[in-house]
């Protein structure tokens, strides 16, 4: 193996390490459900929605005061991908990593319940070994992972 893309806080030792992108937390939600239970611009909106809950995408992180407990019900998946398959199914209002829901968005299949948008905390990194670091295979991948990875952070238009 010569390079690897790694989620983390970026201390690994011995090897060539670059951030390419942050990851920001984001409520969504089928959009149906949104039109029906309306926006979230406060935590007392969580109420309304049945919150799905993650252990990697604790709810904690996005909330300023209402206790995860205190919405209409609750789910507990520990997979963020069926996390995102639940919401897109209609099973609740998921907090999902914006890496991970934003074709979902994009194509109409979410919509993100609210404006908050939370730093996730940790980010994704380009890693190889730094005698690798130089190869030209590796050197192309890298340029194209970064030009790719530019483009991720959620938009204004996301955001509407």
């Known amino acids: 193996m010569h390079v690897a893309i790694r989620m983390g806080d970026g201390s690994w030792p011995g090897v060539y390490c670059e951030k390419l992108m942050d990851d920001w937390l984001v409520p969504v939600c089928q959009p149906a459900m949104l039109a029906a239970l309306g926006p979230v611009n406060s935590d007392a909106d969580l109420k309304r929605y049945r919150l799905l809950h993650s252990s990697s995408e604790p709810w904690s992180i996005w909330l300023l005061g ?10 507990s998946i520990d997979d963020s991908a069926a996390i995102v398959r639940a919401a897109e199914a209609g099973s609740g209002l998921a907090l999902a990593r914006w890496s991970l829901v934003a ?4 194509s109409g299949r979410l919509a993100m ?10 980010a994704y990194y380009f890693v190889c070994p730094p005698k690798l670091r130089e190869l030209p295979k590796v050197t192309a991948f890298h340029d194209w992972l970064r030009g790719e ?3 991720h952070r959620p938009s204004g238009e996301a955001l509407r």
Do not use: F, H, M
């Not at 205190?70 to 789910?75: H, L």
């Not at 074709?103 to 994009?106: A, G, I, L, M, P």
């Open 66 to 75: 209402v206790p995860a407990g205190d919405s209409a019900s609750r789910i």
């Open 149 to 151: 990875a530019a483009q």
């Open 103 to 106: 074709d979902e968005v994009e």
């Open 113 to 122: 319940a609210s404006r908050q948008v939370v730093p996730y905390g940790l």
